[in-house]
T-cell receptor, first 115, second 110 residues
């Protein structure tokens, strides 16, 4: 069963626009929430990550918003550029020692930024 | 290059053959993870190592799959008697919370 649910499956945004991707989780043991960017034929690359004690984290044009009570988090890509066209994955990992670092991924969102 | 490397990048094999993939992690990382990614899906956890010890295996890892990390450095993933359903991208990552992924090995089983 998918422990992290991601939406939308795909989105098209114009250059300069905002891309918003949402994820939801059920397992309250999750305490680390990274976002990865993946280009075709490449491995995922870490973009930005957040811990549940923070409600928002911004790095450049990328912002994570985190709602602990709703068990939801989202990625906002501001001023989207054609080079941002890629597949984005949210993920989560638990705090327990044995499973520490074991990432559960969402199904991915394919983002296309049109010129 | 100080990133995670994987070899080969592509492997085409016939059903029933054995294949082996190699992962070289970032040198100072104790933890090494294997994931499998099928088309249109996110990576799925297979197994991980803390140094040379294999600490957890997913139910996805049938008895045809075996992974090793003999000296706590590089790791190998072997698939015996490959099936068409094994066709996927096999990803290796190293690190702890912040995991760095290699480029993957794309396996095609004919």
């Amino acid at each position: 069963q998918q422990q992290v649910k991601q939406s939308p499956q795909s989105l098209i945004v114009q250059k300069g626009g905002i891309s918003i991707i949402n994820c939801a989780y059920e397992n309250t043991a999750f305490d680390y929430f990274p976002w990865y960017q993946q280009f075709p034929g490449k491995g995922p690359a870490l973009l930005i990550a957040i811990r549940p004690d923070v409600s928002e984290k911004k790095e450049g044009r990328f912002t994570i918003s985190f709602n602990k009570s709703a068990k939801q988090f989202s990625l906002h890509i501001m001023d989207s550029q054609p080079g941002d066209s890629a597949t984005y994955f949210c993920a989560a990992s638990p705090m327990t020692t044995d499973s520490w670092g074991k990432l559960q991924f969402g199904a991915g969102t394919q983002v296309v930024v049109t010129p | 290059d100080t990133g995670v490397s994987q070899n080969p990048r592509h492997k085409i094999t016939k059903r029933g053959q054995n294949v082996t993939f190699r992962c070289d992690p970032i040198s100072e990382h104790n933890r090494l993870y294997w994931y499998r990614q099928t088309l249109g899906q996110g990576p799925e956890f297979l197994t991980y190592f803390q140094n040379e010890a294999q600490l957890e295996k997913s139910r996805l890892l049938s008895d045809r799959f075996s992974a090793e990390r003999p000296k706590g450095s590089f790791s190998t993933l072997e698939i015996q008697r490959t099936e068409q359903g094994d066709s996927a991208m096999y990803l290796c990552a190293s690190g702890a919370r912040q995991q760095f992924f290699g480029p993957g090995t794309r396996l095609t089983v004919l």
